[in-house]
């Protein structure tokens, strides 16, 4: 059982703070320009998902930057799905994924 608690409180009687059930998520996808090290992100509350990705490739894109762009991904399966290759390659993005 995974629960908040006080550990170190001086006093007479132990006090359990009660934190609820379930998680909260916030989720964070980021992509890093090298050059100027501006930081684009794309957040949610639910999942990182392919649509996901797709939104920061976009957004990427949306930067107007005239030259090649590189986006390094790991392998994670909805990384790797067609959507997204699509997408980058409308966008002309090259992706390169590290090894696994």
């Not at 991904?73 to 390659?89: F, G, I, T, W």
């Not at 002309?92 to 696994?100: A, D, R, T, Y």
Request: proline share 4%.
């Amino acid at each position: 059982m995974l629960r908040a608690y006080l550990g170190f409180l001086w006093c007479f009687v132990r006090v359990f703070v009660r934190a609820p059930s379930g998680r909260q998520r916030f989720n964070v996808l980021g992509a890093l320009n090298a050059t100027t090290l501006q930081l684009i992100t794309v957040t949610n509350e639910s999942y990182i998902n392919s649509t996901s990705v797709g939104e920061l490739l976009e957004k990427i894109a949306q930067l107007g930057i005239q030259m090649p762009i590189t986006v390094i991904m790991d392998n994670a399966r909805y990384q790797r799905c067609r959507y997204v290759m699509e997408v980058a390659a409308r966008l002309e993005i090259e992706v390169l994924f590290l090894p696994p």
